[in-house]
């Protein structure tokens, strides 16, 4: 479960978030939409700890800045975050070390699943940006977190790997995972999302509940508030 | 209408200016620079030497100045990844667009020439001592300044032309680097033997380090001396110009314009075109502008890194960061020093050669002067360990565990580099210049508390100041907090060897200067990162 309740973020005189708040539950998939410059990334970052803030946000109850909520995060950022001196696999013991975890089977299933298997041992700077960003996503996951925060995960992944990502948004939604997920390709999570959130501004625009209605076209839905007109279906 | 490069170059240095003019941060370091600049100008007055020196010393310094720069920007790949020819719109915009290949060129060259002459600009600081000791005026200081733009300009342009030579045939960066080298170790041998005279009786004991120092600066300031490639013949024209010497500035400048038309020619007539050889460097260059936005310390890694084991191995929760660096330091090729450490223990192991000469036998003086020295160098070093450039990647911040254990981890491998430096840089330093043991034991000591305390003075920026934008104001700030962070201790070590007894200090030699540093470092160290702890729990990271 992650809820955020009164979330605002400055930057001197930029309100980048106005006193967001939302949550995704246990087994949801969360989507955050807007254009350019919404706030989407620093809501995020706030989330992972990443910035400071004023208001609360919880990961499974606990506050996101304590252990117990790290422990349970996984995020995968807009940038891809390797080390360029690090094998491939070595950024996975890295991680399992790092978290405390010995699991090595599911490391290894994750890279053979998203084609990274073969190249355990390439540096990181030897990867390309798609590989990278693959290996970003390993790394988040490897400790099954409980909350997983995707920041623009499909930018620079080949067909396959968007395949198998998608395939493990639902993985892990099944899992009782709480995932949420920043993106532009409204058509990529077209169909599991659970609640989206439309931010302009640095604040929400519209919320929207996936109740398996027909006309819920997300698209549609985006243009809409974006473009400043009134909504037409969708729970809103 | 005015011709597209034309405008490009116009409109960017425009666009530069107004930059300028509306950054508060890029006003104030202006305005401090040009403090500093005064204040070393205006310390240095009436301190004028009474028979200021030749001016053909002056050209012996700039010769071999200008020839480590040139072959330290030979060495980097000069078309560096800081100060490309071309930069990524460049690539992108210019090389596609209808221009003629030489036009677009030239236009390199332009810009090439006017980033050498801003980076030359640094020598202004030099002004203070050179005012001193050669009595020069702002006319020679703008002289010197040209003379350095122009072999830096030559050095990138060499480079370029190697770069184009060399690009995908295996062995021929090898085969060219080992030329170079050879060739600067043949010039050297050539000085030493054309010098012989007064070296020689060095060797066998003489301390007459004068007559040596005169001989090889007469050997740097005229020809044959003046023919080392590029930065001879920049010095050669300066010096010409200084001394009044018409026939060395002639010869110098014409064997400035031979090479680059070589040099043009080579770049022109070498390929079809020369855009895919430039393409590589503008795209490091490109990442390297946005990682220095983004306030990221990009990691210079060895282009072909030997992998050698895998795996970490050991490391638990935190310290695993620690074993994470110690298998980075492997494979950027580091042995418990960097290149830049090694550099500096370099400078100052020769400084305690010439340290010795002048202090005339005293090891004390020469020893705290090597210090003092070393210490300055260490801020720099210190701002290059692996813990700043932890702090870029967001898995530390997302690691479970206490901040504070994060914290001691991640400086770890920086802290032992610290300790090993110190006993390779005071060890033979103390030994050269006859320190006694219990001296060097304690220099060691000290080294070890500043390297300490530069961490957690890296650590205080980082928490105090991580979140001011722009970088070039966060390197002053990293400067004037380290200044005030060094100064309790070094107040303490000047009044524990004062308040001891003379007959302590004799037999505890510099015990009271070292071991009062020392302690108040490493109070003032604790402090810092306790009162930091929290570094790794609450970033701002925007940038990260």
Not at chain 1, 93 to 98: G, L
Not at chain 2, 210 to 220: K, M
Not at chain 2, 449 to 458: C, E, K, Q, V, Y
């Amino acid at each position: 479960m992650l809820s955020i309740s009164g979330v605002t973020k400055k930057y001197r005189k930029t309100l980048a978030n106005d006193n967001i708040s939302f949550a995704v539950g246990d087994g949801q998939i969360g989507i955050l939409l807007g254009p350019n410059g919404a706030g989407k990334s620093t809501i995020i970052k706030c989330i992972t700890g990443l910035l400071r803030f004023t208001g609360r946000i919880e990961i499974d109850g606990f506050e996101n800045t304590s252990l117990e909520a790290k422990r349970r995060l996984g995020y995968i950022p807009e940038m891809p975050a390797v080390y360029d001196l690090l094998t491939v696999e070595e950024h996975l013991e890295f991680i399992r070390r790092a978290y405390k975890v010995e699991d090595e089977a599911y490391t290894r299933q994750l890279l053979e699943r998203l084609e990274l298997w073969d190249k355990k041992d390439k540096l990181g700077k030897e990867l390309s940006k798609g590989m990278q960003q693959k290996l970003s996503i390993c790394c988040a996951l490897c400790h099954r977190p409980r909350v997983a925060i995707f920041d623009e995960p499909l930018v620079g992944l080949d067909p396959h790997a968007i395949k198998e990502l998608k395939a493990i948004f639902r993985e892990l939604k099944q899992s009782g995972c709480s995932v949420l997920i920043s993106t532009h390709m409204l058509d990529s999570v077209e169909d599991y999302w659970d609640v989206a959130n439309i931010m302009i501004g640095g604040r929400f625009a519209a919320t929207c509940y996936n109740d398996g209605r027909e006309g819920q076209d997300l698209e549609d839905l985006f243009f809409q508030i974006t473009e400043g007109q009134k909504p037409q279906g969708g729970a809103l | 209408m005015r011709s597209a490069l034309g405008y490009l170059t116009f409109t960017k240095l425009k666009n530069q200016i107004k930059d300028l003019l509306r950054s508060p941060a890029k006003l104030i370091y202006v305005v401090v620079m040009a403090a500093v600049l005064a204040l070393s100008v205006m310390g240095r007055s009436g301190q004028e030497l009474e028979e200021p020196m030749a001016l053909y010393n002056l050209t012996a310094i700039m010769t071999l100045f200008y020839g480590f720069m040139f072959l330290m920007i030979l060495a980097t790949g000069g078309n560096s990844a800081k100060t490309p020819m071309f930069t990524l719109s460049d690539v992108t915009l210019l090389f596609p667009a209808p221009l003629r290949p030489n036009r677009v060129l030239a236009y390199g060259l332009m810009r090439q020439l006017g980033l050498s002459l801003v980076m030359a600009l640094v020598l202004v600081f030099q002004y203070g001592w050179l005012k001193v000791l050669f009595d020069i005026t702002w006319v020679h200081m703008a002289l010197i300044i040209a003379g350095f733009a122009l072999c830096i300009f030559l050095a990138a342009f060499c480079s370029m032309a190697v770069y184009v030579y060399t690009s995908g045939k295996e062995n021929a960066g090898t085969v060219l680097r080992s030329c170079v080298i050879g060739l600067t170790v043949l010039y050297l041998l050539w000085m030493a033997w054309s010098c012989r005279d007064a070296l020689l009786p060095l060797l066998s004991g003489s301390k007459d380090y004068t007559a040596a120092l005169e001989s090889c600066a007469g050997f740097l300031s005229r020809f044959p001396g003046l023919l080392f490639p590029a930065a001879g013949w920049a010095a050669g024209i300066v010096g010409g110009i200084l001394t009044g010497d018409t026939a060395m500035v002639l010869i110098s400048a014409a064997l400035c314009v031979a090479l680059v038309v070589v040099l043009l020619v080579l770049v022109i007539t070498c390929k079809n075109n020369y855009y895919e050889d430039v393409l590589e460097t503008a795209e490091l260059a490109q990442s390297n502008v946005t990682a220095q936005k983004e306030g990221k310390v990009n990691e210079v890694v060895p282009k072909n890194v030997k992998v050698g084991k895998t795996g970490l191995h050991k490391g638990w929760g935190a310290s695993a960061l620690y074993y994470k660096h110690r298998i980075e330091n492997r494979r950027s090729g580091v042995f418990f020093l960097s290149n830049m450490s090694l550099i500096f223990v370099a400078i100052v192991l020769l400084m305690s050669f010439f340290m010795r000469a002048a202090m005339e036998g005293d090891a004390t003086a020469a020893l705290i002067a090597c210090f003092a020295m070393g210490t300055y160098m260490q801020i720099f070093s210190e701002a290059l360990g692996r813990f700043n450039r932890e702090l870029i990647k967001p898995y530390i911040y997302l690691m479970p565990e206490p901040p504070l254990k994060k914290l001691l981890y991640a400086v770890k491998e920086t802290l032992i580099s610290d300790v090993f430096e110190a006993i390779v840089l005071f060890v033979p330093v103390g030994l050269i210049v006859g320190a006694g043991p219990l001296d060097i034991v304690f220099c060691v000591i000290a080294r070890v508390s500043f390297a300490l305390l530069f961490t957690a003075g890296n650590i205080l920026v980082e928490r105090v100041f991580g979140t001011v934008s722009s970088k070039t104001l966060v390197m002053f700030f990293y400067i004037v907090v380290l200044l005030l962070m060094v100064l309790p201790g070094v107040a303490a070590g000047a009044a524990l060897m004062a308040v001891l007894s003379s007959a302590v200090s004799e037999a505890l030699g510099l015990a009271g200067l070292f071991l009062g540093m020392a302690a108040v470092n490493v109070g003032i160290s604790v402090l810092v990162m306790y009162l930091c702890r929290n570094l790794l729990q609450y970033a701002e990271l925007n940038n990260r």
